[in-house]
């Protein structure tokens, strides 16, 4: 945009060099403006008022939101329920009610205006993690991913032990265990509460089992049992920590839960008792953005085709009834299809046949 003074300035500088002789064209083109800009600016009064662009009265479009119902938004996105919950989870959880009230980029916007478009939650922006070896899952009770993590205790460096193993498919706990010692034996337990809880013996391929180098999940009594229960074993690269994405990532939002104790947990069935107040949220609560915003419980029995299509269905209501607040299609509501686990090449999963979703769009 060009204030009034330079318009005067470039204005003049092309009449002088004309009057010389020189093309209007050319003389337009070396101050940097076409020949209809310079029409344009002796024909609009241009060269006396300048650009009126930035003043003008924008009339608003006729679909906008009105005033209450920009406050509705607003007096939602501000409930105690969803303190901790971005747009990207509010919109779904109101659709699965049987409420639209705005698109999550309205609630950006709207929240915006009213200087609350802030990260939700104690945890930093996600990282960009590159990718190692390549499993996929088509399915539930495929390719398993496991960790353990330390929980602080109030008695400074003491801790309890989290083991926990993760369906990759559904996102879904499927077994969990607190210690107060870091042993193998507790994660052999694990592994053993999880193919048991999960029926792999009934199956007809055992899932793989996805996991660090630590020295526990590598000890003898757990390799003993990998062997037992016929599960194949898969590690993460040496010196690699970002190779087990989707555990990582599970054990990140664990820890920034609000119900996180700052000051660690007073004992052991302190910490045994959020676990599992964790693990019920995570797996029945919990909207996953990974898995199309369903629960990792929804999505391990099947039954978020049956909640997607009803989401469907209602983005096609609220369009047919305001159809100019819709400049495109509706929000897509298909099922997330199968997971990779680290995809290494694009060309594994072109020769897979299907569309996975990447290690970079865990959440």
Not at 299 to 318: P, S
């Amino acid at each position: 945009m060009i204030g009034l003074e330079d318009r005067q300035n470039i204005a003049q500088a092309v009449q002088v060099a004309h009057q010389a002789g020189a093309r209007l064209r050319l003389a337009c083109h070396t101050a940097g403006i076409d020949v209809r800009t310079l029409q344009r600016w002796k024909t609009c009064e241009g060269l006396q008022r300048g650009d009126q662009r930035p003043g003008s009265v924008r009339r608003t479009p006729a679909h906008a939101l009105s005033e209450q119902e920009r406050q509705s938004v607003l007096a939602v996105a501000n409930e105690a329920r969803f303190a901790d919950m971005p747009p990207a989870r509010i919109v779904p959880t109101l659709a699965d009610e049987g409420t639209y009230l705005a698109s999550e980029s309205t609630f950006c916007r709207l929240l915006r205006a009213q200087g609350q478009n802030t990260h939700r939650g104690r945890s930093r922006t996600p990282q960009q993690r590159r990718p190692p070896s390549t499993h996929i899952a088509t399915g539930p009770r495929q390719v398993w991913c496991w960790d353990m993590t330390y929980l602080p205790a109030r008695i400074g460096g003491s801790w309890f032990y989290l083991y926990l193993i993760l369906d990759l498919y559904s996102r879904k706990i499927v077994a969990w265990e607190v210690h107060g010692t870091d042993d193998s034996d507790h994660a052999a337990h694990v592994l053993k509460r999880a193919a048991l809880a999960e029926g792999t013996a009934a199956l007809g391929k055992a899932p793989v089992l996805h996991g660090d180098n630590g020295a526990t999940l590598k000890a003898t009594t757990v390799l003993a049992m990998l062997n037992w229960l016929g599960v194949k074993a898969s590690y993460s690269r040496p010196r690699v920590s970002d190779d087990n994405a989707f555990v990582e990532s599970l054990l990140r939002t664990a820890k920034y839960r609000p119900e996180f104790p700052a000051g660690g947990f007073a004992d052991l069935t302190d910490a045994r008792q959020w676990a599992s107040r964790f693990v019920h949220w995570y797996n029945v609560e919990h909207r996953h953005s990974g898995i199309r915003y369903v629960s990792p419980a929804q999505r391990h029995a099947g039954e978020d085709i049956a909640i997607l299509a009803a989401r469907h269905a209602l983005y096609q209501q609220a369009r047919s009834t305001n159809p100019r607040r819709w400049s495109g299609d509706t929000r897509n509501w298909n099922p997330a299809g199968a997971v990779a686990l680290n995809p290494e090449r694009d060309s594994i999963l072109h020769e897979a046949g299907i569309r996975v979703h990447k290690q970079g769009q865990v959440a």
